[in-house]
């Protein structure tokens, strides 16, 4: 995909959705760092069903300590992996607490010493609450980046450094929504609704559906 094509993609994508929002329900820095660690390998519905429930009880490190594991466990059990991710839950407090008064840092380094906190959930954290045009590149992202051919590369690290170059900065900060989104919705894994894409005629993809029969 050439530098014009990457332009209008995301011009596209702008008018469509001029302010684009992760689909985890959140209020603070924090209730997002702990909805994106419960994320992994789970539904952003299923994520917020749970934290409805949770937050208006435990919603900062030093309250969800007072909880506890156990506690937790009651409220994220529909959750896969549930068990795992309360205990880094519960450690990622602790060090929130210790080392950071209880606030999310901002830089990539602190968040990812973190339990559970890997460089997506960084990025997420770096791009949706503070601001910064980060690209966390999950499953959606990577898909798109590839098929469509804005970004292509082998792996996570490769599609994140190209996006990160391809991406016109105008568009940057946003751009981690709109693919996710696209991804999610329309260009998705096993049939990508090709027939129904703002993006049809600028994407690379050989394979294009064709509309069902009576659409």
């Avoid at 959705?17 to 997002?32: A, D, G, I, R, V």
Wanted: aromatic share 8%; net charge positive.
């Amino acid at each position: 995909m050439n530098p014009a094509k990457r332009y209008e993609m995301f011009v596209r994508f702008r008018a469509a959705n001029p302010k684009p929002e992760t689909e985890l329900e959140y209020t603070t820095p924090f209730e997002l760092l702990i909805a994106v660690l419960l994320s992994a390998q789970a539904t952003d519905v299923g994520v917020n069903k749970a934290t409805r429930k949770l937050y208006p009880v435990a919603n900062t490190p030093q309250a969800m300590l007072d909880l506890g594991e156990e506690e937790l466990k009651t409220y994220i059990q529909t959750i896969g992996l549930y068990k795992t991710k309360a205990k880094n839950v519960m450690s990622t407090c602790r060090m929130l607490v210790e080392l950071h008064g209880g606030e999310v840092p901002r830089d990539r380094a602190s968040l990812e010493a973190l339990p559970g906190v890997g460089r997506k959930t960084a990025n997420v954290v770096m791009n949706t609450a503070f601001g910064e045009p980060t690209m966390a590149v999950d499953t959606h992202i990577f898909r798109v980046a590839n098929r469509t051919g804005l970004a292509p590369g082998k792996n996570v690290d490769i599609v994140e450094q190209k996006l990160l170059k391809f991406v016109p900065k105008e568009f940057l900060q946003d751009a981690h929504h709109w693919l996710i989104l696209h991804g999610r919705y329309t260009c998705k894994a096993r049939k990508p609704e090709c027939w129904n894409c703002m993006q049809r005629d600028l994407c690379d993809y050989r394979s294009k559906t064709p509309a069902p029969d009576g659409v």
